[in-house]
C-alpha cells in the first residue's frame, strides 16, 4: 500500500498536486478540508460547529477529523492506498492515524511537504478566493490566521514524520508538472 501524506501550508499547492497524485497512483483522496466543507453544504450538527471555528481560520478539534478519518478508512478498505491531504494537521492528530492505520496493518509510506513562503501563499490563497468562493481564502486577516495556525500547530507534525525518518521537504513554488515530478520521485524513493 502506499500512504501519501501531502504537507503544507494553505495554498501551498496540495489540492492540485494530489488531483494529479490520484490519477497517478489511483489512490483514495481524503482531505479533511473537503469532508468538513461537505458536513457544511448538508447541514449537518458536526458541520455547523466546524464552521463557527473554520470562518475564524481555527483547526477543528483533534476527535473530530480523527472521527472523520476514521469512517473513511472502515469505507475503503479494499484501496491501493490513501492520499492524506490537509491531514494530519497536529501532533496527536499523527499519532492516532499511526494506531489506525496498525489496525489494518499498514503504515504512513512518506510525507511530502510542500514549501512554498508566506507571501506567495497569501497571494495565492486570494486569487483562489475570487474563483472558490471559499469565505476563508477571500479575507487577507484571515488568511494570515491560517497560517498562523500552521506554524504554531501543524509545522511541529514535519518533526513527527522526520523521526520516522519519512519527511520529504520539496520547494513548492514552479511550475506545477515539474512539482509533480519532485513529488513523484520522492514517492518511489521512499
Ligand atoms: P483546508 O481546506 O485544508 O485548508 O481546511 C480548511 C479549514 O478546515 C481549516 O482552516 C481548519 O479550520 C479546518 N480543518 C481542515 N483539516 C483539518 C484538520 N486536519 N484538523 C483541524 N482542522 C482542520
Redesign the pocket.
Known amino acids: 500500500m502506499l500512504n501519501l501524506v501531502l504537507f503544507g501550508p494553505?495554498g501551498a499547492g496540495?489540492?492540485t498536486q494530489s488531483e494529479k497524485l490520484i490519477a497517478h497512483y489511483r489512490l483514495v483522496h481524503l482531505?479533511?478540508?473537503?469532508?468538513?466543507?461537505s458536513e457544511i453544504r448538508e447541514g449537518t450538527e458536526l458541520g455547523l460547529r466546524?464552521k463557527m471555528?473554520?470562518d475564524?481560520?481555527?483547526?477543528?478539534?483533534?476527535e473530530?477529523?480523527i472521527g472523520m478519518i476514521e469512517n473513511k478508512l472502515k469505507e475503503h478498505q479494499s484501496a491501493a492506498g490513501f492520499i492524506f491531504?490537509?491531514?494530519?494537521?497536529?501532533v496527536p492528530?499523527a499519532e492516532a492515524l499511526d494506531l489506525l492505520l496498525a489496525q489494518y496493518n499498514t503504515a504512513i509510506t512518506v510525507m511530502v511537504a510542500l514549501v512554498v513562503d508566506e507571501e506567495e501563499l497569501t497571494k495565492r490563497l486570494l486569487i483562489r478566493g475570487q474563483s472558490s468562493g471559499?469565505p476563508?481564502d477571500q479575507n487577507e486577516e484571515l488568511i494570515r490566521r491560517?497560517v498562523q495556525?500552521y506554524n504554531n500547530k501543524t509545522a511541529p507534525v514535519a518533526g513527527y514524520y522526520e523521526s520516522q525518518d519519512k519527511y520529504k521537504a520539496i520547494n513548492g513554488i514552479g511550475e506545477i508538472e515539474e512539482i509533480f515530478k519532485s513529488i513523484c520521485e520522492q514517492i518511489e524513493a521512499a
Open positions: 494553505p496540495k489540492g482531505s479533511t478540508g473537503d469532508l468538513l466543507r466546524a471555528l473554520m475564524q481560520g481555527i483547526l477543528v478539534p483533534d473530530v477529523v491531504d490537509g491531514f494530519p494537521r497536529t492528530q471559499r476563508d491560517r495556525e
